[in-house]
């Protein structure tokens, strides 16, 4: 199979990588850019581990081709953290104890974000079906709930003191 | 071995209790924590298993010349690739005939051949030039047809053990259990209400996010490397090694971090497969599993049909349970947890008169393994669901109940044994008086509740801890870390030690590193391997005193550890200046060398464990559906190490239960085929379908343990079950004797009832 | 000497006793007396058992020791998830 070349923004840096015609993104990430934070856990978009953004907008890497990244900006849970400091949704997972296994979490924290770069002041209920496309098995999903409600309101908090 | 000193109940601890950041977080939020599937190795290849479309065949020949000849495929194995080194281990050679068929496929998934080529699609390409000749068999994947005496035959050679005289005609029945005392008869004589009822339950699957994988490197001089995702690598190791028939001590596996199990993983599908690929090629070679054959070729757990027989007298004493449960176990004898199932079924209760009969069986499904308290989910629900019944038709509320009937200290259980100290019964009062007990309900609401039981259990354990120049600490430990137990670890050397948690990092060692470490399984990690740390912890300290001693010129008995420091045990050992664990650290390679701390056993003294669940569900009457509006879960740990992750488990396991109960179940074809092999249509419980999970965390110390620790992972998926059928009979006015409770099956039990009330009226 | 309880199905391999009596110090010792003395059980012995001794239970072990009126019940090996 001839590959095909892409060039695409990763986390904001430039990348250009050859794949098949029939590679999802989620097997560029992993295997050609060794970037594994994205898991696998059903290929079939049901489990929201392999979330991604492109463009911003939250997709599953497993129902992506990697060609189709052409000329887009690809956000994984790699360029989550901004160098030593953490987003506050990382902290928050940890202090909440909002892993267990911790396979789900990139998944979870890509989607996390992408609902709160969406809805800064979610409800409860907001936020449980912002987040029911991704699957835990551990959790009961009640800590990552908490998790995510904490930093939704440090992140009012920090805007009612700016303003 | 027990210990004998008992947990001090006055001990006022320092770190043990307290909610620290695990060690691991950091990489599981970054995405740098490696999983199964997140390793690579140099000119590795790619995996594939060919898989039986057929739910029972027997295998005439497998062809695979034209697969070998596609380039790029690097070899292609199958049954004749193993060679049966089993030596009459009857429960190997059944695992070895799972991870590759022999003469037979004996369920949809089956595997039957394996390639492994340069890419994933030149090996997909070779497994479609495998020629399987099948001779398809009548199959059958239901318990109760299985049984029939007319039913597919799986095994020519077995005969029902345990059955008294021995049967003289072959069937499906591998095994009959039997459990309990005194009469039940006599039981029931004295009974002024009785109820009996018969259950059923679909098999479900741990449902684990991460798929199995294994990395395998293996020459042929025979030495090994085995990287793969696992509850138990030391596991992996042995079973392996039998199987390919080489030396355990030549292969070296090494535990990834671990994307849930809950006991699926606690036996191989794949591993020893990838390591035969990779022997055969002579390069390392990848398998991963996808999520399809995750359902159809692991091992979920059992489907079931039970009956249950329950007499009260008229004042709420129970006089007699009888219960018959009905397991299959998938293709191979031994496998269902029928017996657990049997022994755990009314182990919550004080019984002079009770009977378990437990039946294994097999059928034409995957091999079922483990599922968190494997068998007692089951037996939980028919045996809950009529003491609530019962609770009914004697007018006094259900709660009163049960706690009437509890199982307490000195009780003899269903199983045997008789009780040391308990905490059932004070779960059963805090649920009692718990604000949810006395919550108003809404319109189409009802509340259910139960109380579970699991056994739990200690097993083998080896831990080391060294003590770097800088007086901090590392924990090699061989338990693998599936919720947090890192951080445990760390928690109990840090309170041992009398130092802080930031200076007690503990690692996963791989299998060359430590001696045996049983699987992580039967809620035993924390309890185990947990005190295997503190007593490794005072082995080190032992010898820190050591050092201190010999610096100062007393004798070692003159000399106690308290907070971090050495000092003299009392004016008569003289008078010196506490020495600090970094002080003996930075002096040790003058004073003796490397100090290091051991320990190796094998832990008993577990402690049962007991839960009580509440459960509000709002059933919406046009649809069947039904949501869960309120979970609360009161379960007894002993000592919460960390409670955070206490909780996690407490939720996690209810969350899990609660799928069980409302949705999930393998669904199959009249071709003996799962029809829902993924996740879209085997639905496990999503964000939105819950709402928080509250919990109570009680703590009755397990005299077993120094801290009073008792196992917490498995006991909370025992009462979601029956707690979930219990609300929704409350919710609907129906008892519903199967699950899952999906939408269909109670609009239909709604309809029904309604017909049957108009036919009535 | 120990009071050893077998759970009901066994009971055919004790000539339908459900409580022995052995001689034994130890789990060890114990199992392979049980054994010795009733051949059926070996099955059940070789497949794995527990044993639970005067309440509490032991998963493997063998050389736990037994007081001469010890009541040891045996189980299924204990599996767990």
């Known amino acids: 199979m001839s590959g095909i070349t892409v060039n695409t923004k990763i986390n904001g840096d430039p990348v250009e990588f050859i794949c098949d015609a029939d590679e999802t993104l989620l097997d560029v990430l992993r295997n050609r850019l060794g970037l594994t934070g994205a898991k696998e856990g059903c290929s079939t978009g049901d489990c929201g581990a392999c979330s991604v953004t492109i463009d911003g907008r939250l997709t599953c890497s497993c129902l992506v081709l990697g060609a189709e990244a052409e000329g887009h900006n690809i956000g994984t849970i790699e360029g989550m953290a901004n160098g030593e400091e953490l987003h506050p949704l990382q902290k928050k997972f940890i202090e909440h104890a909002a892993l267990q296994c911790g396979i789900c979490t990139p998944g979870f924290l890509i989607a996390a974000k992408s609902l709160l770069d969406k809805n800064p002041d979610p409800t409860e209920s907001e936020i449980r079906f912002g987040l029911a496309g991704n699957l835990c098995r551990c959790t009961g999903y009640d800590k990552i709930v908490r998790a995510v409600q904490d930093v939704a309101k440090g992140m009012r908090n920090n805007k009612a003191k700016r303003a | 071995m027990p210990l004998d000193n008992a947990p001090d109940s006055k001990r006022k601890f320092n770190v043990v209790g307290t909610r620290p950041l695990r060690p691991d977080g950091i990489d599981k939020v970054t995405g740098r924590a490696k999983f199964g599937a997140d390793a690579s190795a140099p000119g590795q290849l790619v995996g594939r298993i060919l898989r039986s479309p057929h739910a029972h065949a027997v295998i005439r020949k497998i062809d695979t010349s034209k697969a070998e000849k596609l380039a790029g495929v690097k070899a292609v194995i199958t049954r004749d690739d193993f060679p049966d080194h089993t030596d009459g281990d009857a429960a190997l050679y059944d695992t070895m005939y799972n991870i590759m068929a022999r003469e037979k496929a004996l369920y949809e998934g089956h595997a039957v051949a394996a390639v492994a080529a340069t890419t994933a699609s030149i090996a997909r390409q070779a497994l479609k030039l495998i020629k399987v000749d099948y001779e398809i ?585 029956a707690a979930i059928a219990n609300a929704v009979a409350a919710a609907t006015g129906v008892r519903f004797t199967q699950l899952p409770l999906s939408p269909p099956r109670v609009l239909k039990g709604i309809e029904d009832a309604k017909a049957k009330g108009k036919k009535a009226a | 000497m120990a009071r050893v309880v077998i759970w009901g199905s066994l009971k055919p391999h004790t000539g339908g006793r459900s409580e022995v009596e052995i001689e034994a110090r130890n789990v060890q010792e114990l199992l392979a007396r049980l054994g010795e003395t009733y051949p059926g059980l070996q099955a059940q012995i070789k497949r794995g058992v527990s044993v639970s001794i005067d309440g509490l239970i032991y998963r493997e072990g063998w050389l736990q020791p037994l007081a001469p009126d010890s009541e040891v019940f045996l189980l299924p090996r204990m599996q767990g998830g």
């Open chain 2, 137 to 721: 068999l009548p199959h059958v994947t239901d318990v109760d047809e299985a049984m029939k005496p007319n039913a597919p035959l799986l095994h020519k050679k077995m005969f029902t053990d345990g059955v008294d005289p021995k049967p003289k005609k072959p069937s499906n029945v591998a095994r009959r259990f039997e459990f309990g005392h005194g009469d039940v008869e006599e039981g029931f004589k004295k009974a002024d209400i009785i109820v009996e009822r018969s259950f059923k339950t679909e098999a479900t699957h741990q449902g684990y996010i991460e798929p199995h994988a294994a990395l395998a490197s293996m020459s042929p001089d025979g030495s090994a490397d085995l990287w793969c995702c696992t509850q138990g690598h030391y596991m992996v190791r042995d079973v392996c090694a039998r199987i390919l028939g080489i030396d355990i001590s030549r292969l070296r596996v090494t535990q990834s971090e671990i994307g849930g199990g809950f006991g699926g993983k606690t036996t191989v599908f794949i591993e020893p497969v990838a390591l035969a690929l990779s022997r055969k090629a002579n390069r390392p070679v990848k398998v991963v599993m996808t999520r399809d054959e995750v359902f159809k070729a692991t091992g979920p757990t059992s489907s079931t049909s039970m009956d249950i027989k329950i007499g009260v007298t008229k004042d709420g004493l129970i006089t007699a349970a009888d219960g018959t449960f009905r397991y299959q176990g998938g293709p191979f004898a031994g496998c269902s947890p029928a017996e657990f199932g049997a022994m755990s079924a009314f182990a919550q209760f004080h019984l002079d008169n009770v009977r378990a009969i437990g039946y294994d069986v097999v059928c034409n499904r995957p091999k079922t393994i483990s599922y968190r308290a494997p068998g007692a989910p089951m037996a939980n629900f028919a045996v809950e669901s009529v003491i609530e019944e019962l609770a009914h038709k004697l007018g006094m509320a259900p709660i009163d109940f049960r706690i009437k009937n509890a199982a307490r200290e000195g009780t003899k259980s269903s199983y045997g044994p008789v009780y040391g100290p308990i905490g059932l019964g004070p779960t059963l009062e805090a649920a009692k008086n718990h604000p949810h007990f006395k919550a108003p309900l809404g319109p189409n609401q009802g509340r259910g509740m139960a109380a579970g039981f699991w056994f739990n259990f200690g097993g083998q354990s080896c831990v080391s801890l060294n003590i770097p120049t800088d007086g901090t600490i590392t924990v090699s430990v061989g338990s693998p870390d599936i919720g947090g137990s890192r951080a445990s670890m760390c928690m109990m050397v840090a309170e041992e030690l009398g130092i802080g948690y930031e200076h007690v990092r503990a690692i996963i060692a791989d299998t060359s590193s430590l001696g045996h470490n049983d699987v992580t399984d039967g809620s035993r990690t924390t309890f185990a391997t947990g005190m295997a740390c503190i007593l490794a912890a005072r082995d080190a300290i032992k010898k820190l005193c050591q050092r201190a001693a010999a610096t100062w010129g007393i004798p070692e008995d003159a000399v106690t550890w308290e907070k971090g420091f050495a000092k003299p045990a009392g004016a008569n050992a003289g008078n010196f200046a506490p020495l600090s664990l970094k002080e003996i650290a930075a002096a040790s390679p003058g004073t003796g060398g490397p100090i290091a701390g051991h320990h190796e056993f094998s832990a008993d003294g577990a402690g049962v464990s007991f839960a009580t669940h509440i459960c509000d569900v709002e059933i919406d009457p046009e649809t069947g559906a039904s949501k869960i509006v309120r979970y609360t879960v009161i379960q007894d740990a002993g000592k919460a190490v960390h409670p955070s992750y206490v909780e996690g488990q407490f939720q996690g396991g209810a969350v899990q239960g609660i799928g069980w109960a409302l949705n999930e179940e393998y669904i199959y074809g009249k071709d003996g085929r799962l029809q829902n092999a993924g996740f879209l249509d085997y639905r496990i419980p999503v964000c939105s379908d819950l709402p928080m999970i509250d919990t109570q965390i009680l703590e009755i110390p397990n005299p077993g343990h120094p801290y009073g620790v008792r196992g917490v992972g498995e006991t909370s998926i025992v009462p979601p079950l």
